[in-house]
């Protein structure tokens, strides 16, 4: 059997559901990426855990990135 890739799921951002702000769409799939440690002190992060999640539009493939 092929790879099963994981269907898009709808995402809550603070309690609100996360929209794609280019299409208007809700679903997602979502990543977690490590941020190399050249990224995070570029952007003063130390004090953050140097991983963001990416939430992905299943529709245009709009990436959006949240820290932590
Ligand atoms: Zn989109």
Do not use: H, R
């Not at 208007?24 to 953050?48: C, I, M, R, S």
């Amino acid at each position: 059997m092929g790879i099963k890739n994981k269907e898009p799921q709808t995402v809550e951002v603070k309690g609100n559901p996360l929209k794609c702000p280019i299409c208007g769409n809700a679903y997602f799939w979502t990543k977690k990426a490590q941020l190399n440690t050249a990224v995070a002190t570029f952007f003063n992060l130390d004090w953050a855990n140097k991983s963001a999640t990416c939430f992905i539009c299943s529709e245009c493939t709009y990436i959006q990135w949240f820290l932590g």
